[in-house]
């Protein structure tokens, strides 16, 4: 008796993908549940299971693009013949045994450790130090750091694109000839929030068993603009302009495979704690590879952290059908001038990228001067003011 393993369907619009990895080789005993293969489409990847105990054998390659319902391998239970297998595939040959995919890292941002509880936000080594601790609490997450490495001959090299990025290269060439995008900027003062975490760290996750990192901030801070500029939570559909009245809020995440962007639903309803709750879940999903579509469809809104890996001004575009991407950046020291002193603090260039089709300039100047009272007044944000 034999099973044909068929590539399922795993969403509207997906029509094919790309088997990344083989989990088990040609020829190999597999039991029911085991992991056989990872797919990646244009939107997710995805694991495919045995469904029952036998020997696989392999019908199409990694790297080989597949269409939904295709028989990619058989698997033969025990004392079965082997001819069954030689009419699904007469050309199939053995597959070398490929090694299991990376799960990829998130940017989704999950506090790391902060600075000790009362902690002075100064200028100087303290600051310092704090403005680091920031960053890295930012970017934790991000990927292993290890550097890329390049074939040992050859000038050049040709792959295919993964179905992935193809999805994404569409998206934003789409974005950039259907809307009007234009980008407008400011600077926040981050001293307030970092000061704020360093004295309620212990505290909060003693009680919600998270930490307290500085997304759930911009989030609060981003629903509250959306609320003072209705206009940049809308849409153009064709003649028509929908506004949105519930505010799902997508965190663009990089990882080894491209860009996603988990969506937090209900952003406006939520707490701190099951706002962090809900990143740490997407951070633990990215890590295991597990993101799944409905994770990053409905988004009203995205926030975009270019600063993880750097950057200290950016001018990020939209995520078609949206109205609206706030790019976050670096926290770096700064002098400011403050009630007539020059002093350092810790400050992050914002960028607001919006549709200026629907958006005016008013608007989001508006929404990026309330984004930027509401980080440097947190005590604001948890107070539901």
């Not at 629903?223 to 809308?234: E, Q, T």
């Not at 099951?274 to 890590?287: G, S």
């Not at 950057?311 to 403050?338: C, W």
Request: glycine content about 8%; hydrophobic content about 45%; proline content about 5%.
């Amino acid at each position: 008796m034999s099973l044909e393993v068929k590539i399922p369907s795993v969403g509207e619009s997906i029509t094919s993908g790309v088997i990344s990895a083989w989990h088990k080789a040609d020829g190999e005993a597999v039991t029911k549940g085991d992991t056989i293969l990872t797919l990646d489409t244009d939107k997710v990847s995805t694991d495919l299971t045995a469904e029952e105990s036998g020997v696989i054998h392999i019908l199409s390659q990694a790297g080989e693009e597949v269409n939904i319902g295709q028989v990619v391998a058989v698997i033969e239970a025990a004392g079965a013949s082997a001819p069954a297998v030689a009419a699904h595939a007469p050309k199939a040959s053995a597959a070398p045994k490929a090694k299991s995919a990376p799960a990829p890292a998130a940017a989704v941002v999950a506090a790391s450790p902060a600075p000790a509880p009362g902690a002075p936000v100064v200028t100087g080594e303290g600051l310092r130090a704090a403005v680091e601790a920031a960053n890295h609490s930012l970017g934790s997450l991000q990927g292993n750091g290890e550097p890329a490495k390049f074939p040992a001959e050859g000038r050049t090299s040709r792959k295919r694109l993964t179905p992935l990025r193809r999805k994404i290269a569409a998206q934003l060439v789409s974005a950039q000839h259907q809307a009007a995008i234009l980008t407008t900027f400011n600077e926040c003062d981050m001293s307030a929030v970092m000061k704020l975490r360093s004295e309620m760290q212990e505290a909060f996750v003693a009680e919600h068993g998270v930490k307290l990192g500085f997304m759930s901030f911009f989030i609060k801070a981003v629903v509250s603009g959306l609320k003072s500029c209705p206009a940049i939570n809308a849409r153009i559909d064709g003649d028509d302009l929908i506004e949105n009245h519930y505010f799902d809020i997508g965190v663009a995440v990089g990882t080894e495979k491209g860009l996603m962007v988990p969506v937090v639903r209900d952003a406006d309803q939520k707490s701190f704690a099951q706002l962090e709750k809900d990143l740490a879940a997407y951070a633990v999903k990215a890590r295991e590879g597990k993101m799944e579509l409905q994770d990053l469809q409905g988004g009203v809104f995205t926030i975009s952290n270019g600063g993880i890996y750097g950057s200290l001004l950016s001018t990020p575009i939209l995520n078609p059908p949206q109205s609206g991407i706030l790019g976050m950046h670096k926290i770096q020291e700064r002098p400011v001038a403050v009630k007539g002193q020059v002093v350092v603090r810790p400050m992050m260039y914002l960028a607001l990228s919006y549709d200026h089709r629907i958006v005016d300039g008013k608007e989001a100047v508006t929404f990026l001067v309330r984004l930027k009272d509401c980080m440097e007044n947190p005590m604001r944000l948890m107070l539901g003011l």
